[in-house]
């Protein structure tokens, strides 16, 4: 399914890449992948979560292209990456290394930024030599290690065995999600989303989210329930930045804040008053923004007058 079907026009809908290419997994997967941006600029490379696609980072691209070569993938299954039966964390860390083989030359360095479980597949791949050769730093944003579906608060009961048991029925749920309607959209939002997020950013999450495949949305939501890479997270040794929202439901703020213990190098922790999971859509600016600023200081080598310390806690509206 095209994710240029998702959002077709304002601020999430998707650029026109520069370029596209199909990188071939270390199984054989296929994935779709672009480039935007100068070729000589200094590389991100965007891994979207969990029922999304390139098109998640449509504001981030729009953003960075002007002055940094962004690099966005389909994980598999999604957006225009074909389905796959290797539904795992180690396929995920074998998808990055192909992307970032196929995108990158031999030993240059890059920021490489993931969402949700695009910040899982950072921490899968933690210890693969094509992840250290590449990686400058890193950026979290909205995710865990583990503990997901116990953490999680989609489902308003305290917590506990029910409350873990009807949230893994819910999130894995293989009913289909139907068009994007006014409901469709409020139980989205309540369930992902700040309730402060705008409409137009909330249809956009609803679109994306809807597009992808039921059967693809079940298989990775298994993944998700067993998901457990808190030795990832030990092993990630490049500057690592964490960013959370203060109402995220799906990986409430006591995940970033194990991230941050974990870390052997976190450069800091910016909170997000009021924003739930779908940070880079509904916080656009703050997140470019802390991405332009690990590329001045890790990649182009550039510190900024004001960067961040290591374990600094920022705010963001």
């Keep these: 399914m095209s994710r240029r079907a998702s959002v077709t026009s304002g601020p999430y809908a998707p650029p026109t890449p520069a370029r596209e290419l199909t990188v071939v997994s270390a199984d054989g997967a296929r994935l779709h992948a672009e480039v935007h941006g100068p070729e000589d600029a200094p590389p991100v490379?965007?891994?979207?979560g969990w029922t999304c696609s390139t098109a998640f980072w449509a504001a981030q691209i729009r953003?960075?292209?002007?002055?940094?070569r962004v690099i966005v993938y389909d994980q598999r299954g999604h957006g225009r990456s074909p389905a796959s039966p290797a539904c795992t964390t180690q396929a995920l860390a074998d998808d990055l290394e192909a992307v970032l083989a196929a995108t990158l030359a031999r030993g240059e360095k890059a920021l490489i930024a993931g969402h949700s479980m695009g910040g899982m597949t950072i921490m899968a791949a933690a210890t693969r030599p094509?992840?250290?050769?590449?990686?400058?730093?890193?950026l979290l944003c909205s995710t865990g290690s583990s503990r997901l579906v116990a953490e999680a608060r989609v489902v308003p009961l305290r917590a506990g065995r029910?409350?873990?048991?009807?949230?893994g029925r819910v999130l894995g749920s293989r009913a289909p999600l139907g068009p994007v309607t006014p409901v469709a959209m409020s139980v989205l939002k309540y369930a992902t989303m700040g309730g402060r997020s705008?409409?137009?950013?909330?249809?956009?999450?609803a679109r994306i989210v809807h597009a992808c495949p039921r059967a693809v949305r079940h298989a990775w939501a298994g993944v998700l329930e067993a998901l457990d890479l808190d030795h990832g997270?030990?092993?990630l040794s490049?500057?690592?930045?964490?960013v959370h929202g203060t109402s995220d439901r799906l990986t409430p703020p006591v995940h970033a804040r194990a991230l941050v213990a974990a870390l052997p190098h976190c450069v800091g922790l910016t909170e997000l008053p009021g924003v739930g999971h779908m940070t880079p859509i509904e916080a656009p600016g703050q997140v470019t923004g802390?991405?332009?600023?690990l590329v001045t200081t890790y990649v182009t080598g550039v510190t900024p007058e004001h960067g961040s310390t290591p374990a600094q806690i920022k705010e963001g509206a």
């Excluded at 953003?63 to 940094?68: F, K, M, S, V």
């Excluded at 705008?198 to 999450?205: L, N």
């Design 45 to 48: 490379v965007l891994s979207h």
């Design 63 to 68: 953003e960075l292209a002007t002055d940094h």
């Design 130 to 138: 094509r992840f250290r050769e590449h990686a400058a730093a890193a």
């Design 162 to 167: 029910v409350r873990t048991w009807i949230t």
């Design 198 to 205: 705008a409409r137009h950013m909330v249809e956009a999450c």
């Design 233 to 235: 997270v030990r092993e």
């Design 238 to 242: 490049v500057p690592t930045a964490v």
């Design 290 to 293: 802390t991405i332009r600023e």
